[in-house]
């Protein structure tokens, strides 16, 4: 009998234990959505970037993601977003998609212009710049001839393809200036 009451009495222990952590996790995370006017901007790619998602200027939450859709005809991605009341963005706004790491989560950070008007509630944000692929650069990397150049360009397996610089010169056939 005095088993089962240190047993009760530790899964209870564990239970208020997990509930407080739950608790701290929820109340430290930024997963809340931002109550605000409403934007939106297109964008090419916008990998990573999904419902809840933080939207940040300079570092700080200002808003966060509503929703992700597909414009069926221009086949863009269309982020609309929530932005706090108090923040008034200039109509030459840039929406960007970055990352808050190497491997971190992607996050949509605007940076605000220098225009004397603001994006109305409800407006649309001009400017974007859409995602990086991290895996898109590594493939570019990989596969790009050494030395940047194109196949075929400047290389002896092409007869009657020349660089255009002497040897020995910089690559804009100019001579090189004399050292003092």
Do not use: C, W
């Amino acid at each position: 009998m005095k088993g089962n009451v240190i047993e009760t009495v530790m899964g209870a222990v564990v239970l208020v234990v997990a509930a407080l952590f739950l608790f701290f996790a929820y109340n430290t995370s930024q997963l809340r959505s931002v109550k605000g006017y409403e934007l939106s901007a297109n964008f090419e790619h916008i990998d990573g970037i999904r419902d809840g998602s933080d939207v940040r200027i300079s570092g700080i939450k200002v808003g966060s993601v509503l929703s992700t859709m597909l414009d069926p005809k221009t086949f863009l991605a269309t982020v609309k977003m929530s932005v706090e009341p108090n923040i008034k963005l200039p109509d030459d706004s840039v929406a960007e998609i970055v990352s808050s790491g190497l491997l971190g989560d992607k996050y949509m950070s605007l940076v605000p212009g220098g225009s004397d008007t603001d994006i109305p509630p409800g407006g649309q944000i001009k400017y974007t710049q859409s995602s990086v692929s991290l895996e898109h650069l590594i493939g570019q990397m990989m596969f790009s001839p050494p030395g940047g150049k194109k196949p075929g360009e400047g290389d002896s397996s092409s007869p009657g393809v020349t660089s255009g610089a002497a040897p020995g010169s910089p690559s804009g056939g100019e001579a090189p200036t004399p050292q003092k």
